[in-house]
């Protein structure tokens, strides 16, 4: 179907639409719940007495569909993947909605539906629901993906952003800002060195491997849209504390932070799309470091900071300088479209 | 806020996204789940052990987003609700993914979600994970919804499309093309009787009544995109089996026949978004029908129909006058963006 493009008639429901679904989504993501093709698909699950579920959801509009590092699949599978894996979540299934622009190349479509296929293999998860809708030209642009997902907690587990306490420590499993700064880079037409790629990638693997030490996890967070500075002041706020966070910590690739320097930008504001920052109590820290640096996405994993008794809910950057600068929330829009 | 608009500043994931979730969102639909907070929702299940799960996904961009009869948030929750109810399943939880245009009135998004609320409480069900993004101006039109949703199956029920037998019963639980042509005449700008509102409505406690009566369900579906003809389709090609229906059964509206006549449209391929079919065993047919009809949403509930063995899986309309023609799947496009 290579050479042509998305008509209404494949959102239709009829017969170019169950095409579409034979030849696009169900050759690419096949599994028997989904080629069940009933208007839901069911599952008996398997998990022991006292598990309970996890449920979350994304939408995915970036610009452009690919860039170094991924593409609107690999990211609408990542990021919710990602979501259920920061409540301490082990990902089953994921649903996947396409809202595709009439005149989309469907040769695209294949392309991103065969990365979701490869990125749900490599995350253990399947997609077992979806749907197409397509819209008439100039109503979208080109591609949007919803994918939501459920996964299952084990008992004992009890990750919250509500649930970081003064004296708790904070890791971050590795470099922040690649994910923004690929994006921007790409949709400005710069080009840096190949190393600025975005950092895409499902981290439910990283979790699984922390919580396999069996040592006390407060919470877990992935710094996307407004990068690890408004993912910080989200926790101190929820968790009524203060976040004290070293600046000289914190990893920032010298091409991600040339990037920012020329397009005005601060790294500690920049998406992700592969990063985590857990607060755990200090005695466990050094156990749990040891096992995000074991693992391929946390090799680079670091101690940035701790969390204090504030209740204005303050977060806080010690400059390399030793100067106490507040951190806030993102503010405006730095950028749109990036997830 | 309701002389505001949205601004891509709220889908930045900062300070105006936080705003937004807290001023329109959780006012609306909040719940303990959702006002966590968390990347995901968390739930322990009260099932008895054999309880299945089911999950189904479904975007809706339907333009008007008002129309007579409901709107896209009425929509987005009912079309969620009713694909878990055709497995059998009990809805409980949704999520709510929305794509917002730069430039929306923050006072439809409101409307918008209050529906979402109100029907979600109708139909039962928690809206308890969610996401919001925004596109610049041009790259979407309006407003964008994706909802996905999890229900349990109890044990023992075993309704799906590919289980339809020769012999059985097809019921249909009332008039067709109500939706689809209350889109098409406000869309058109035609002005007909007041009677030509969406049917848009949650079908999970029909379903459930007719459960209640313990009597065997095969399958049922619900006719939307395609309308009756290409779901008919859909079932004779899941299950191996013919199906053949009498015209004179169906119920069609008058004021969707004028409005069909005049469109050049068939009501067997309009959409509809509060009805559904149900193949069940020729001895379970008249307590199924009754159960039916005892039901807000079932009054004019009829047998429209039955099961052949044919293994082309054709479709046949006996005629009011006797003749025989086959009915396919909907072919084209015929209202894009219904639903």
């Not at 002041?233 to 600046?247: L, P, Y």
């Not at 504001?269 to 857990?278: D, T």
Request: glycine letters at 10%; aromatic letters at 4%; hydrophobic letters at 45%.
């Amino acid at each position: 179907m290579s050479k042509e493009t998305i008509t209404l008639a494949h959102g239709s429901g009829g017969r170019l639409t169950h095409d579409l679904i034979r030849e696009v989504f169900l050759r690419h993501l096949a599994n028997p719940k989904l080629t069940a093709q009933d208007d839901a698909a069911v599952w008996a699950p398997t998990a022991p007495p006292g598990t309970r579920f996890a449920f979350s959801t994304d939408s995915y509009v970036v610009q452009p569909l690919f860039f170094p590092g991924g593409d609107i699949g690999k990211l609408a599978v990542c990021g919710t993947v990602n979501d259920l894996a920061m409540v301490g979540a082990q990902p089953l299934y994921l649903s996947a909605g396409f809202i595709l622009e009439e005149g989309l190349p469907l040769s695209d479509l294949e392309r991103v539906v065969a990365s979701m296929a490869q990125t749900a293999q490599r995350a253990g998860v399947e997609v077992i629901a979806g749907d197409t809708k397509v819209v008439d030209k100039g109503s979208a642009d080109r591609l949007f993906i919803n994918t939501a997902g459920v996964g299952t907690v084990a008992p004992g587990v009890d990750i919250s952003g509500a649930n970081a306490r003064p004296g708790d420590v904070v890791l971050l499993n590795g470099p922040i800002g690649m994910h923004g700064l690929a994006i921007m880079t790409q949709r400005e037409g710069l080009s840096f060195s190949s190393t600025l790629a975005s950092d895409c990638a499902p981290l439910n693997g990283l979790v699984a491997a922390m919580l396999a030490t069996g040592l006390p996890i407060h919470c877990l967070r992935d710094p996307t849209r407004g990068g690890l500075a408004t993912t910080l002041n989200e926790i101190a706020a929820q968790s009524h504390v203060g976040i004290e966070i070293d600046e000289a910590e914190v990893p920032v690739p010298e091409t991600v932070q040339a990037a920012c320097e020329l397009l005005g930008l601060d790294p500690l504001y920049a998406a992700n799309e592969g990063k985590l920052v857990a607060f755990v109590p200090p005695e466990a820290a050094p156990a749990l470091l040891e096992s995000m640096r074991r693992h391929p996405y946390g090799r680079e994993a670091a101690v940035i900071g701790s969390v204090t008794a504030d209740d204005k809910a303050r977060v806080v950057l010690r400059t390399r300088l030793g100067a106490r600068r507040a951190l806030s929330m993102l503010t405006g829009a730095q950028l749109p479209r990036i997830c």
